[in-house]
């Protein structure tokens, strides 16, 4: 008997040293040397100390900052760990309920701003960790941001439009803004007092 199971047993061996061990570490240094930066996960970093990754939306609710998208995952939001979405379709009452809330408390938040809310800041994407937002979404939230800092809104719409991205390679995704990375350029200008905004959950 173990004549007949010693070659299963020699390439259960062999293929799990070659696709569980030699073929992991082969593909993690390859990308280590060609790309150092993306393989350690595209941190994002500010005076020396990591602030968060492109790769993965934070959680802003503080007026002055750009708000991202929202999450659905749990038990926290933009939780790396467990990516998804809803799960709810277009005809779920649950989902026409929580678009409802999220646009009332963006009214809330700015109710001068009687333009439509673009539908990014209300809806969450499939994965629950999107960081970026539609360039129309981040400059619907100029007047609010400008307000609660003191700055000009010419301005404030100017460091939005400095940081939209394009498309990949110009034809892949959409047009978009990264709203960590523009959290940030946002908190590099001086305000109104002459001091610097921090970033709450550093």
């Known amino acids: 008997m173990f004549k007949e199971l010693r070659p299963a047993i020699v390439l259960l061996a062999c293929f799990t040293l070659?696709?569980?061990v030699a073929y992991p570490l082969l593909t993690t240094a390859s990308a280590r040397l060609a790309f150092p930066r993306q393989a350690a996960g595209s941190l994002i970093?500010?005076?020396?100390?990591?602030?968060?990754?492109?790769?993965?939306?934070?959680p802003f609710d503080d007026p002055r900052y750009f708000w991202g998208r929202p999450s659905s995952t749990g038990p926290a939001a933009y939780n790396a760990s467990a990516s998804g979405a809803s799960n709810l379709g277009p005809s779920n009452a649950a989902l026409a309920q929580a678009v409802s809330?999220?646009?009332?408390?963006?009214r809330e938040a700015d109710p001068?701003?009687?333009a439509p809310i673009p539908i990014d800041l209300v809806?969450?994407?499939g994965s629950g960790l999107?960081?970026?937002?539609?360039?129309?979404a981040a400059l619907w939230q100029v007047s609010r941001v400008a307000r609660a800092r003191g700055l000009p809104e010419d301005q404030?719409?100017?460091?939005?439009?400095?940081?939209?991205?394009?498309?990949?390679?110009?034809?892949?995704?959409?047009?978009?803004?990264?709203?960590?990375?523009?959290?940030?350029?946002l908190d590099s200008i001086l305000s109104s007092g002459g001091s610097m905004v921090k970033l709450d959950h550093e």
């Open 101 to 106: 809330a999220r646009a009332r408390s963006l």
């Open 18 to 20: 070659l696709t569980g």
């Open 112 to 114: 001068d701003n009687h």
């Open 130 to 136: 999107d960081p970026h937002i539609s360039p129309a």
């Open 156 to 185: 404030v719409r100017s460091l939005v439009l400095s940081r939209v991205q394009p498309r990949t390679l110009g034809i892949l995704g959409e047009v978009r803004v990264n709203v960590l990375e523009l959290n940030l350029a």
């Open 123 to 125: 809806t969450s994407s």
């Open 45 to 58: 970093a500010r005076d020396g100390v990591v602030v968060g990754s492109e790769l993965i939306g934070q």
